[in-house]
């Protein structure tokens, strides 16, 4: 781009920027019928149709929905989110059929993902066609796909008649939301609709996977694990990038909260909090003193700390601090605890782990210590996000667990 155009499309973004929009939100009742859904959710197409942008539950976590073909709304996206326009969005679909004109060709393996988990939370990358704006694939010639398994989503890509691009429906750089209020939150006066369907249930951000590679490359781990993929189409690679977030850059050596420290991960850090967060790993035993000791410096030096734990380990904390209330009850005690669920319901600890990065926002929590959670199943999804929401800060209190 030239410098002149630069600089009209910098003009531009502020004029869009500076109107502020009326959102209109309303809640819709998931389980309706489909002809009660689309009857609500007709005003909400008309907004897309208007190059506008609404925000709409799926079942992985709220999403800023435009038009895929329609560049003007698109670019809304960006700017409602904050969003660098280097990095593609991923394309909604209804019908499996719908895939084969958005893209060049569809390998036997991509069939075979699409029969297992479509719709659902797994998102596949192809070559794309020419009907995809640039904006959508960043410049790219390849295109990301999903079919949401939700019935408000389905219905307003339905509605809409068109294919829906939709990043998580966040200020860039914030958690995911997984209720309609954290869109409020983040973009009430930025978007032109909110349709309100309630919590979504697996809570962290689709699978992503690069079918266009041999064999497929999984990009981001989400609610289809690797396991299940591979149980489908054989042995699938990992982009190398996913086990050094895993692992963190942390040593032993205790990073310095807050301010001083250097977040050599800048480039992972998202779905961060306010508050500063550091995940602890190592024997469980281990772990719970080191918190308790760590916070313990904190509090004495008037910084009041968040502690991520679970359901098995809350017994611990109550002996150290005394009852712990739940979050239903809306107090934060210092420290405050919070517990993404029980080690054996993985699926409900990831529904969790956004709403509760976000809680932290509406305390005066300073620093957020989270234990570290299996890798098993979806832990791994679970690692790789509270990892990035760290910067990758991890803390190994003792040797055996470094792999
Ligand atoms: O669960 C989800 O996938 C949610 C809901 C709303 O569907 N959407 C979502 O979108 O998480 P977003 O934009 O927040 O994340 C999309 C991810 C980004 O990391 C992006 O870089 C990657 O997918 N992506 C999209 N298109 C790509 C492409 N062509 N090649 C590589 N990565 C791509
Ligand atoms: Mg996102």
Redesign the pocket.
Known sequence: MDEKKAKQQENKNRLIEEEKILTVMTTVNPGSSKEALLSALYPFGQMIEKSGVVAFP?E????LGASALDPKGIEKIFIAKGRPSD????V?ITKTEEVFDLVESVPEKGIQLMKAFWPG?L?M?FKKEKIIPDIV?AG?D???I?M?DHPVAKALIEISGVPLV????NASGKP?PTTARHVWDDLDGKIHGIIDGGSCLVGI??T?I?MTLKPPML??P?GITQKMIEKVIGPIQRDEQLDEIYRGNSSKKEPHFPGKVRSPGMKYTHYAPKAKVLILRGRREKVIEKVQEMEKNYRESGQKVGIITLDENLKDYEKAYGKIHGEAEDICNNPCIRSLGSVKEVEKMAANLFAILRDFDQTDVKIILAEAVEDREMGYAIMNRLSKAAGQNILYVDEEDRS
């Open positions: 799926t992985t976590v709220y999403g990095n593609p969005l991923i909604h939370p998102t990358i694939t790219g390849t295109v990301a999903r949401p939709a990043p998580s429906a995911s951000e689709s992503v690069d990009l981001r989400g």
